[in-house]
């Protein structure tokens, strides 16, 4: 061992401690007198939302006629992949009153805040977790103490149209909507005393730049924001959950463009994030939570476009499959990148949490994007069949009625 490498495990060690459980915490942590640590509640869902009939994909085209429900196989478990809602639940109290924040991640690529056909967008989840919230203990809850989010993966079911006639997959929808907010209704059930660590990284690398590439957008910087909270057990230490903001965009797996074998298959695949939330509950035990920052680039560094990454190992075996080797990888650097944030991360001492909102209306300049949304309200697309065939492009299915729409302006919390 060099004099180099051995000052740096030094100080890998020195940022470090133990706990009970094994678990690795920061030193600030264990330096922090017990009685000035903030003293929360908090929770944690995981609910599976795995397509159960065929769903047309939401990137790089829809996929067979008729949709897919085929998933690609975890090559380190021998599963297929699942596509799930993870929720978070933090709480507090102070003066005697309850105060709760809650942060849902959803691997979907998007997910409107309002629709025509009924109150499936994210607002109106957001509105009926707050109304159990406030019956169920905290009476002070609100829409604006919930944030849902979507990861932006490609190779997942779409649920905005665009790819595909919106009709056709309106009744994943519906699962969706009435799973997360199952989701976050169990996240504040689960809810038991704990303290939080909360660590940052800057990780521009995670949103590409790394290689010459399409997308890539050479010369311009990226945002590489990332934050970390850990939330352990009060008394035993141990995970309860770990929630991430990070930026890569999970965007390696295209969904219909990819290959399985030596034949061009569509398959359904979480992407990295899953195996990414793996490796932090491996190494850290509860449920980790991955959400998406600012997808600091529409390339990751492992995108490559069409072809594996030639220097990084086999890992399914296909010499033919592009991406899934990569998501992988992407995967460990990217809770790699979550441990060095936590071991140097600090207690919260603060007990306070809150949420606030406010409505944004913006016009639209691009009579084209108008058309998407305004052009087939109510409509099951068939006009839209010829160019749909051509383009890959149908109409979105976004509400377009106050608050999400005023004649050539749009809205969304």
């Known amino acids: ?49 795995d397509p159960t009939a065929p769903t047309y994909l939401g990137g790089y085209g829809a996929g067979p006629a008729g949709g897919t429900i085929r998933r690609h196989v975890n090559p380190l478990t021998g599963r297929p992949e699942e596509l799930t809602v993870r ?16 942060l849902a991640s959803v691997d979907s690529q998007g997910w409107f805040a309002g629709y025509q056909e009924g109150q499936y967008g994210i607002s109106d989840v957001r509105a009926a977790a707050a109304a159990w919230l406030r019956s169920h203990g905290a009476p002070g809850a609100a829409p604006a103490d919930i944030i849902v989010s979507s990861l932006h993966e490609h190779a997942v079911p779409s649920v905005y ?21 199952r989701a976050l209704e169990q996240a504040y059930s689960n809810a038991r005393p704990a303290t939080v660590i909360a660590g940052t990284a800057d990780a521009p690398w995670l949103g590409g730049g790394d290689v010459a590439e399409g ?21 035993t230490g141990r995970t309860i959950a770990t929630y991430v903001s990070e930026p890569a965009y999970p965007n390696i797996v295209f969904g219909p463009a990819d290959l399985a074998g030596t034949t061009r298959e569509t398959l359904i695949s979480s992407d990295f994030p899953a195996y990414a939330e793996a490796i932090i509950e491996a190494r850290l035990g509860g449920v980790a939570v991955l959400a998406s920052g600012s997808l600091a680039n529409q390339a990751s560094p492992l995108q490559a476009d069409i072809a594996p990454s030639p220097d990084l190992p086999r890992v399914d ?35 306070t949490v809150a949420g606030a909102e406010q409505n ?25 069949a010829p160019a749909g065939n051509v383009f890959t492009v149908w109409p979105d299915d976004r509400s377009f009625t106050p608050p999400y729409g005023y004649g050539a302006a749009v809205g969304t919390p």
């Open 317 to 351: 075996g296909h010499p033919q499959t592009r991406a899934f080797d990569d998501i992988v990888q992407m995967g460990s650097a990217v809770a790699n990148e979550v441990f060095a944030a936590l071991a140097h991360g600090r207690p919260v001492t603060d007990g």
């Open 161 to 181: 149209g665009v790819f595909s006639p919106a009709k056709a997959n309106v009744w994943y929808l519906k699962q969706l909507a009435a799973t997360t907010t």
């Open 215 to 235: 997308n890539e957008f050479e010369g311009w910087k990226r945002d590489g924001s990332l934050v970390a909270l850990w939330a352990r057990d009060a008394t």
């Open 87 to 102: 929720a978070v639940a933090i709480e507090t109290v102070r003066d005697g009153r309850r105060r709760v924040v809650e």
């Open 1 to 49: 061992m060099d004099g180099g490498t051995r000052r740096l495990l030094l100080a890998a060690l020195g940022a470090v401690g133990l706990v009970a459980g094994g678990a690795l915490v920061p030193a600030a942590h264990a330096a922090t007198p017990r009685s000035a640590l903030a003293l929360f509640r908090v929770g944690v869902a995981v609910a599976d939302i």
């Open 360 to 384: 944004v209306v913006s016009p639209v300049t691009n009579p084209a994007d108008s058309a998407l949304s305004v052009l087939d309200a109510g409509d099951d697309g068939a006009d839209w």
